[in-house]
């Protein structure tokens, strides 16, 4: 089955400065990738997607990702970090009808924003 | 507006007991998913459903099963209930294609005493 791996459990940054969240994925396919985020208490919000058209994908909130085959990434990156982007973000593979639409989530990356 | 709904928020169970989450969404979605979700640990999949009367392990099955009767609602049944399967549960579905959006419920966060 796929899988993603989520590089760093935790990142912390100052605001204003770039944010980093790393995201590795393995897949018989070619698989549809999404970021989600969570803040406290709160439920679960689409980031972005890829889905095989532009490898360099734009969500929400200033996030972007990239998509590279040759190293089975899907970083999350912000130019600028916000104290409100301080939650869960999770990475997702799905490999859709090649897997009977599994959907498997990494273990999640805690943004900290510092003041 | 979407919805998938879960029967419950907050629960709580004996250990041994037979407890039943129910999950039911409104977007005639193909797919549908149980998650459990414990800080450090992301969402593990328990088992999803792509048809009705169709299911799939998933990480986690042990000691959980799911029943899928009709496309709209999609059932995760603990057989004994033990102190280890204390966690949140998630719903979610997705219709068919390429890059669907998923939509879950509210959670269910279970508590077994």
């Known amino acids: 089955a796929q899988s993603v791996t989520q590089l760093d459990s935790h990142v912390s940054v100052s605001e204003g400065t770039p944010v980093l969240l790393r995201c590795n994925y393995s897949s018989s396919y070619s698989p549809s990738l999404f970021w989600y985020v969570q803040h406290p208490n709160k439920g679960l919000q689409l980031l972005l997607k890829?889905?095989?058209?532009?490898?360099l994908v734009k969500g929400i909130n200033g996030f972007e990702a990239e998509f590279k085959k040759s190293e089975t990434s899907f970083h999350l990156t912000k130019p600028s970090a916000h104290m409100s982007d301080a939650a869960e973000y999770f990475c997702v593979v799905s490999e859709g009808v090649y897997n009977n639409n599994d959907m498997r989530f990494g273990a999640g990356t805690r943004l900290t924003v510092k003041p | 507006d979407v919805k998938v709904t879960q029967s419950s928020r907050y629960l709580v169970k004996r250990t041994g007991e037979k407890v039943f989450l129910e999950c039911v969404q409104d977007m005639d979605h193909e797919n549908m998913f149980w998650y459990r979700q414990d800080p450090g640990l992301g969402l593990r999949l328990i088992y999803f459903?792509?048809?009705?009367?169709?299911?799939e392990k998933g990480d986690i099955p042990e000691g959980y099963s799911v029943s899928r009767e009709k496309k709209e609602r999609f059932s995760l049944i603990l057989e004994s209930a033990s102190t280890n399967q204390t966690s949140m549960y998630l719903c979610?579905?997705?219709?068919?294609?390429?890059?669907?959006?998923?939509?879950f419920g509210q959670g269910t966060r279970l508590t077994v005493v």
């Open positions: 459903s792509y048809d009705v009367k169709m299911k």
């Open positions: 979610a579905s997705t219709y068919t294609g390429v890059g669907t959006e998923a939509f």
């Open positions: 890829y889905t095989s058209a532009a490898t």
